[in-house]
């Protein structure tokens, strides 16, 4: 058994016990946060921006290697009919293309981890004033997020996702 489900266990217990005879009967909810995610207009308009980021990246990733692959090629050709004064020249070129095409992934990475945070940010920043009005609304002692609380069984009647997709796609 995982240790954050050993202890949702035992906050779930810790606080059975703790409260009051009257208040003892939990209400309980989980939330599937990534469904909301991919399945709620602003998760999917998010997801959205994330993919023509990703896809512009790649598309200025594969131009950068179809540059060096034609340098590359065209040294080959043209190896012994070179001098040798141009032979280096062009290799130090294909050395720094090489060098720019690394710089260029590692920044495009870095660029779409943050865009990743960012975007996923947003949203958990819109998505946690729905979840805690519907707590409110229905009485719920606990709310957790179904696949990062340590859960290991919900059953469904407890589940809330579909109607936190709901309401914040008419909460934008």
């Known amino acids: ?19 009051p005879a009257t ?31 990703q896809d512009g990246k790649i598309d200025e990733g594969r131009a950068l290697q ?17 001098s040798e004064e141009r032979l280096t020249e062009m290799n130090k070129q294909m050395e720094d293309m ?27 920043g819109r998505i946690i004033p729905v979840i805690n009005d519907i707590g409110v609304e229905r009485g719920f002692t606990l709310i957790f997020n179904k696949f990062q609380s340590g859960l290991v069984y919900a059953d469904d009647t407890v589940d809330i996702t579909d109607d936190v997709i709901l309401r914040f796609n008419t909460t934008q």
């Open 23 to 53: 208040a003892q009967q939990l209400k309980i909810a989980v939330i599937d946060v990534q469904r909301v995610v991919t399945e709620s207009d602003p998760g999917k308009q998010a997801l959205q921006k994330l993919k023509e980021l």
């Open 1 to 19: 058994m995982h240790r954050s489900s050993l202890f949702v266990g035992f906050v779930v217990i810790a606080l059975a016990v703790a409260l």
């Open 66 to 82: 179809q540059e060096l692959a034609s340098m590359q090629e065209q040294v080959s050709k043209q190896r012994f009919t070179l």
């Open 98 to 124: 090489q060098i720019g095409l690394q710089r260029f992934q590692d920044d495009a990475e870095r660029e779409l981890d943050e865009a990743r945070r960012r975007e996923l940010g947003g949203l958990e």
